[in-house]
């Protein structure tokens, strides 16, 4: 039944086939996101929280040429070490890395891609891609906005960094029909920041609304997923000022080597991080195990609906 490409591990599969709650997990972030063992050691504490709120926690991955939904331990721990060296696998790369049987790691979109395949609709991750700063005449923007209004997933993130050009990344949303929540705020925060600046159209309050939301769209036949941006626990949140300042830098220094295309983000994310050193790794951390427990609670009201 599932698509000949796709490995829904054993665990996942039962679950799903219960109509137990399931949540999605990025690798991207695993392979790019975190030098190892960090990254590592975070990926299974994730999962340990997806349980400990009531969900089967699926990490997503390309492995030798298959699309799995839920790794081992083993697959996560070769996906960390091998780090850099794996393919970060957006839309666009998926048939030339299955063909060739390659690794991939999953952004956003794939992770969207393989987990609306194998039938989970709630996604938790730390930030998404978005219009970048000087997208007017880069046209650079990142294909997770457009898996968002295609894929009937549902993104916890903690919104996203000012890496990005947010008013635009904002604008691009409300044309493609996403609908763009702040958990328990108002305003879009900025991942290492509660706030932006930036305001979203709705506020909810509680995973039950997150789910009845869900679950309304997908009744209304409406295409596309949910946005929801979880602020990062006040106790891990950066200075503005510092974190600004380096993602300043950042981006002046990109512009200077002329970095572009898929190099882009990961660049600029590497740069934040070298300038920051370890305050905005383990903020980093943080985020993604608060997003990790609003997820698999969402995901635990979406499966009484
Ligand atoms: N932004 C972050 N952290 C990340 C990413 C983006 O703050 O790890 C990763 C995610 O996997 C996201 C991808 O889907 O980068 C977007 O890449 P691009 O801008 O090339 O589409
Ligand atoms: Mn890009």
Request: aromatic share 0%; net charge negative.
């Given at each position: 039944m599932y698509n000949s490409y796709l490995d829904v591990n054993p665990e996942v599969a039962a679950a799903l086939a219960a109509g137990k709650p399931v949540v999605a997990l990025e690798s991207t972030i695993i392979s790019h996101g975190m030098p190892y063992p960090q990254n590592v050691e975070t990926a299974l504490a994730v999962e340990n929280i997806v349980r400990e709120n009531g969900a089967v926690p699926a990490t997503i991955a390309i492995l030798g040429g298959r699309l799995k939904a839920g790794l081992t331990k083993d697959e996560i721990e070769y996906l960390g070490k091998a780090g850099q060296k794996v393919t970060k696998a957006s839309r666009r790369d998926l048939p030339v890395l299955v063909a060739k049987g390659m690794d991939g790691a999953t952004t956003v979109t794939t992770t969207m891609m393989i987990a609306h395949m194998a039938g989970i609709s709630i996604f938790a991750t730390g930030g998404i891609g978005g219009v970048h700063r000087g997208a007017e005449t880069t046209?650079?923007?990142?294909?997770d906005l457009e898996e968002l209004a295609n894929t009937p997933v549902m993104v916890v993130c903690a919104g996203a960094k000012a890496i990005l050009d947010l008013g635009l990344t904002l604008e691009y949303l409300e044309t493609h029909g996403v609908p763009v929540i702040g958990y328990g705020t108002k305003e879009l925060p900025a991942f290492y920041t509660r706030t932006s600046g930036f305001g979203v159209d709705y506020e909810l309050d509680t995973p039950e609304e997150l789910a009845k939301t869900f679950k309304v769209q997908r009744d209304l036949g409406l295409k596309g997923g949910i946005l929801v941006t979880n602020p990062i626990p006040a106790e891990y949140s950066m200075d503005p000022a510092v974190i600004n300042r380096a993602i300043d830098e950042a981006v002046a220094q990109s512009v200077l080597e002329g970095v572009h295309g898929k190099a882009a983000t990961p660049y600029l994310l590497a740069k934040v991080k070298e300038l920051t050193g370890g305050e905005s790794l383990e903020s980093n951390i943080h985020l993604v195990f608060n997003n990790a427990a609003l997820a698999a609670k969402t995901a635990a009201a979406y499966a009484k609906l």
């Open positions: 046209m650079d923007i990142s294909a």
